[in-house]
């Protein structure tokens, strides 16, 4: 069965650097998102993507954030400056037609 | 007006049993409604949806009952086993496609 797949699983950085979390959504699916979960909280949702733009955004995605999709499989989420508070597990999340969506199993980041 | 409320936070039930996990929304807009099972370390995985157009919905042990009036919908698993054990956590999304969770239900079920 096709699924959504992360990498790296964890990623560890010093707070100001930059990291960039990479996603390879299913082959057919058309809408991509980003989403976190701090740990032991919900999950939130970042930002979502279709058609090499972004369809939305929550306010937690600031100007640090960007997402690309730089070719026709990966998909991608950088921080450009990371803060302490953005330690979390990210979420992937592709959708064919725009109603079930399917996640990665995510990539946890640790700032310090 | 986005928030999805879950009750609650943490259950714990006897092998065999029912667990019923409760959520509230207040968006009129919103269209479909998702439970996600989540064991530790991984990502959500789509456990059963349901729409507005009916008011309830059965996959195997697990069913979505849904109130549209009272804007609330519940998941019930019947004969809840140990592998059941994982955070629930229903959400809610509308025109956008975007997803908004409630804040999850840690499931023990005990042998």
């Known amino acids: 069965e096709p699924e959504v797949t992360q990498t790296p699983s964890h990623q560890v950085t010093q707070m100001g650097q930059e990291v960039i979390l990479r996603c390879v959504p299913i082959?057919?699916?058309?809408?991509f998102y980003w989403y976190r979960q701090i740990l032991g909280q919900k999950v939130e949702f970042l930002v979502s993507?279709?058609?090499?733009?972004?369809?939305?955004k929550s306010e937690i995605f600031d100007d640090q954030f960007s997402v690309e999709r730089p070719d026709g499989s990966n998909f991608t989420l950088k921080i450009r400056s990371t803060k302490l508070e953005d330690s979390a597990m990210y979420f992937c999340?592709?959708?064919?037609?725009?109603?079930?969506?399917?996640f990665g199993p995510g990539t946890r980041l640790t700032v310090l | 007006q986005q928030q999805v409320k879950q009750s609650p936070q943490s259950l714990i039930v006897q092998k065999g049993g029912i667990s019923i996990i409760n959520c509230a929304y207040e968006?009129?807009?919103?269209?479909?409604f998702p439970w996600y099972q989540q064991f530790p370390g991984k990502g959500p995985a789509l456990l059963i949806a349901?729409?507005?157009?009916?008011s309830e919905k059965k996959e195997g042990r697990f069913t979505i009952s849904f109130n549209k009036s009272a804007k609330q919908f519940s998941l019930h698993i019947m004969d809840s086993q140990p592998g059941d054990s994982a955070t629930y956590f229903c959400?809610?999304?509308?025109?956008?496609?975007?997803?908004?969770f409630g804040t999850g239900t840690l499931l023990a079920v005990q042998p």
């Open positions: 082959s057919n699916h058309l809408y």
């Open positions: 993507f279709y058609n090499n733009e972004i369809s939305e």
């Open positions: 968006n009129t807009a919103f269209d479909y």
């Open positions: 999340a592709s959708t064919a037609m725009g109603d079930t969506q399917y």
């Open positions: 959400a809610s999304s509308g025109a956008t496609n975007k997803l908004i």
């Open positions: 349901i729409r507005p157009d009916v």
